[in-house]
């Protein structure tokens, strides 16, 4: 089993990775707290019949007082509605504040659980344990949770810390070949900020298949770049913004379209491009940057390009949360490896 701690005082934990450790869940999470706590399983129509039966039984087998629940899959049930379907799910099992939820789902079960988790009786216990590609290398690691809201996503939420995140490999098998791109996608972006020697290995592995041998490692090295950027900024005010690396563009596009013809991941990776080729014609990115981003996530199904009208998608940009009083920080890659913060004003997309 691979661990990884994240260093946060009293709020640190551990990230555990193994092949099937899923059905061992319950021996990661009943040492986290008292014998006998209730555990409530929230996950989703789509990964209930695949995995809810074997975290249950070994959540029981661990000796914890299970039950469970399933949210409709997909983007909707991540609204701020569904949250009170969550709380009456939380008050029917009778959780009080020593009781643990566990998240058992992508991003949308681990960001809108986790939520449910950090505001129920102020705060309960919660463990990430992420089945997509995406909601393991970003969205389960880091303590962001959240629901939307009629007027944007993510805007009601949190830094609430999970007791553990546990993370299972093989669960990634099941997954469609576009879920997985939508999650390298944040994948190669980490190769661009951080690691060169990454985005080298995933260029050479070169297809979803190659890499499958290899996944745990890459997942792994994604989780401990998170780490370190986590934990010198936990609450998202200097260098965690790295990990925007082009989410800017990739948010705007996914508004423009009302978050309906593009995947997160397929957005990040047209962004990744767009923001590389405008630092390359500034001087501010080394030349050819854009084109090998652009071939690396071509390998993996991420075309990198949309139709959309640009200069229509950058007026969404205003919009951006990390937006403050007209300047907005773009994260920039002086050369793949090496992502840095780059003040701008308005003009910079122009
Ligand atoms: N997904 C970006 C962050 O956790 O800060």
């Not at 009786?121 to 997509?132: A, E, N, S, W, Y």
Request: hydrophobic fraction near 40%; charged fraction near 25%.
């Amino acid at each position: 089993m691979k661990t990884l701690r994240v260093g946060l005082g009293e709020r640190s934990y551990d990230i555990v990775c193994e092949r099937g450790i899923l059905s061992r869940v319950g021996e990661v999470v009943a040492p986290l707290g008292r014998a006998g706590r209730k555990a409530f399983v929230l996950t989703d129509s789509n990964v209930a019949p695949l995995w809810l039966g074997k975290a249950v039984a070994s959540l029981k087998a661990a000796g914890l007082d299970v039950s469970s629940g399933a949210l409709p899959a997909g983007e909707p049930t991540k609204r701020f509605d569904s949250l009170m379907t969550v709380y009456s799910m939380f008050a029917q099992s009778g959780l009080t504040r020593s009781d643990v939820v566990i998240t058992l789902g992508g991003g949308v079960i681990g960001d809108l659980g986790g939520f449910a988790a950090a505001t129920y009786l102020r705060g309960l216990d919660f463990v990430q344990v992420p089945t997509t590609l995406l909601a393991q290398v970003d969205s389960a690691v880091g303590g962001k949770v959240a629901v939307d809201l009629p007027w944007g996503k993510n805007l009601a939420g949190a830094f609430w810390q999970p007791k553990a995140v546990v993370v299972d490999p093989e669960v990634l098998d099941t997954l469609s070949d576009e879920y997985f791109s939508d999650g390298m996608a944040e994948v190669i972006k980490y190769g661009c900020i951080r690691d060169k020697g990454l985005f080298e290995r995933l260029d050479e592995a070169g297809s979803r298949e190659k890499l499958r041998a290899h996944i745990d490692d890459v997942v792994m090295r994604c989780c401990d770049i998170k780490r370190v950027v986590v934990e010198r900024d936990e609450r998202d005010t200097g260098e965690r913004m790295l990990l925007n690396f082009g989410h800017t563009y990739g948010h705007a596009l996914e508004k423009f379209y009302d978050y309906k013809k593009i995947s997160h991941g397929a957005a990040v990776a047209v962004g990744m491009r767009t923001i590389c080729e405008i630092a390359e014609r500034k001087g501010l990115t080394a030349a050819g940057c854009a084109e090998k981003i652009t071939s690396l996530c071509n390998k993996f199904g991420l075309s990198c390009k949309d139709d959309a009208p640009y200069r229509e998608v950058i007026g969404a940009i205003k919009g951006d949360k990390k937006n403050l009083n007209g300047a907005l920080n773009v994260v920039l890659l002086h050369d793949i490896g090496d992502g840095y913060i780059y003040p701008t004003d308005g003009g910079f997309w122009l």
